[in-house]
């Protein structure tokens, strides 16, 4: 079982910006792609974006590309989603997930193995 751990989430007003952190693993973290997806009230949960292993391999949603930024330190067992110019329509609750690394980067949360418990990101307008 991996343990992931969400922090950094809150309440912004609407063209603020957020870091969201998630820590997994100390020893094993290099060893999962990272993703993370959201969750609004009465949707579907929601492909956010997801980093390799090695940080070699970026994918975004097409519709956040430009405002939110993926990134990770394997040395502190941590990813990093970095959002910026949030919009009322981020509101969310946001997770990270695990996937082990021999089976490749994806973008379907079905695929992803493990969960964290999540982050409530509210954005005022």
């Known amino acids: 079982q991996v343990q992931l751990v969400e922090s950094g989430g809150g309440l912004v007003q609407a063209g603020g910006s957020l870091r969201l952190s998630c820590a997994g693993p100390?020893?094993?973290?290099?060893?999962?792609?990272m993703g993370w997806f959201r969750r609004a009230p009465g949707r579907e949960r929601e492909f956010v974006g997801a980093?390799?292993?090695?940080?070699?391999?970026?994918y975004y949603a097409d519709s956040l590309k430009d405002r939110f930024t993926i990134s990770r330190d394997n040395a502190k067992n941590t990813v990093y989603l970095q959002m910026n110019n949030l919009k009322p329509e981020d509101t969310a609750l946001y997770y990270c997930?695990?996937?082990?690394?021999?089976?490749?980067?994806?973008?379907?949360?079905?695929?992803?193995?493990?969960w964290g418990q999540g982050t409530q990101v509210t954005v005022s307008s």
């Open positions: 997930a695990a996937r082990s690394y021999y089976r490749g980067l994806a973008k379907d949360s079905r695929l992803f193995d493990f």
């Open positions: 100390a020893r094993t973290f290099s060893n999962y792609h």
């Open positions: 980093i390799a292993s090695n940080a070699g391999s970026i």
